[in-house]
């Protein structure tokens, strides 16, 4: 479904994916999780100083591109990409709320 911005009335514009970049971008999502779990505990408990904050939200955004690119390319996946790209997904997610 396409929309227009609030703030703009430009339309929204879903990020286009390419098959052959799945398994890579899961893989990214995967192995940022564990990199950044002392980065995303202390950027919630305020501890990360503000150099070191623009960088990870700047990686956290990287991330949640890929996530928004997948998300709206479900039709170009299998059911097992599709399960895959769920649990990464829920992963994440856990990994950002430090669980």
């Given at each position: 479904?396409?929309?227009?911005?609030?703030?703009?009335?430009?339309?929204?514009?879903?990020?286009?994916?390419?098959?052959?970049?799945?398994?890579?971008?899961?893989?990214?999502?995967?192995?940022?999780?564990?990199?950044?779990?002392?980065?995303?505990?202390?950027?919630?408990?305020?501890?990360?100083?503000?150099?070191?904050?623009?960088?990870?939200?700047n990686s956290m955004d990287?991330?949640?591109?890929?996530?928004?690119?997948?998300?709206?390319n479900t039709d170009l996946l299998d059911?097992?990409?599709?399960?895959?790209?769920?649990?990464?997904?829920?992963?994440?997610?856990?990994?950002?709320?430090?669980?």
């Amino acid at each position: 479904m396409e929309g227009t911005t609030a703030c703009d009335g430009q339309p929204v514009e879903r990020p286009k994916a390419d098959i052959k970049d799945f398994d890579k971008d899961m893989n990214t999502i995967q192995e940022w999780n564990p990199a950044n779990a002392a980065n995303i505990e202390s950027f919630w408990d305020g501890t990360m100083d503000p150099e070191s904050s623009t960088s990870f939200t700047n990686s956290m955004d990287e991330i949640g591109n890929l996530i928004r690119k997948w998300k709206y390319n479900t039709d170009l996946l299998d059911d097992q990409q599709k399960q895959t790209f769920e649990e990464v997904k829920k992963a994440h997610s856990y990994a950002l709320m430090g669980s």
